[in-house]
């Protein structure tokens, strides 16, 4: 934050009847470029957050048909029909989806 602009901001209300005119709207200028820079900037948040996401619920999906899979072979060894071949196949299906 720029001096100027922290100055506004701690200006008591007593000295904005002070301003001339000139200074009042130099003023009013850099706020409302601080509000533009500070919405461009959430708008950069919001967007980095939307991608965050759906990046953690892809990953999450993953994780999910990994859980999937490896509940399959986990529960043919139980069984007796463990092989590499149905291992490969298990996670071949689940992470196809």
Same mark, same amino acid.
Do not use: C
């Given at each position: 934050m720029t001096e100027r602009l922290q100055e506004i %901001?701690?200006?008591?209300?007593?000295?904005?009847?002070n301003l001339t005119v000139k !200074?009042? *709207?130099? +003023? =009013?200028k850099l706020l409302q470029?601080?509000?533009e !820079? %500070?919405? !461009?900037f959430n708008?950069? %948040?919001?967007? +980095?957050?939307?991608?965050?996401i759906e990046?953690?619920?892809?990953?999450?999906?993953?994780?999910?048909?990994y859980r999937e899979a490896l509940r399959? =072979? =986990?529960? *043919?060894? !139980?069984?007796g029909e463990y092989s590499h071949?149905?291992?490969q196949r298990a996670l071949e299906e689940k992470t196809d989806e």
């Open positions: %901001l701690n200006r008591k209300p007593s000295k904005w009847g !200074e009042f *709207e130099r +003023d =009013i470029e601080r509000v !820079e %500070l919405e !461009e708008r950069i %948040l919001s967007s +980095d957050k939307s991608m965050f990046e953690l619920v892809r990953e999450q999906h993953q994780n999910k048909r399959k =072979i =986990i529960k *043919e060894g !139980e069984n071949y149905t291992a």
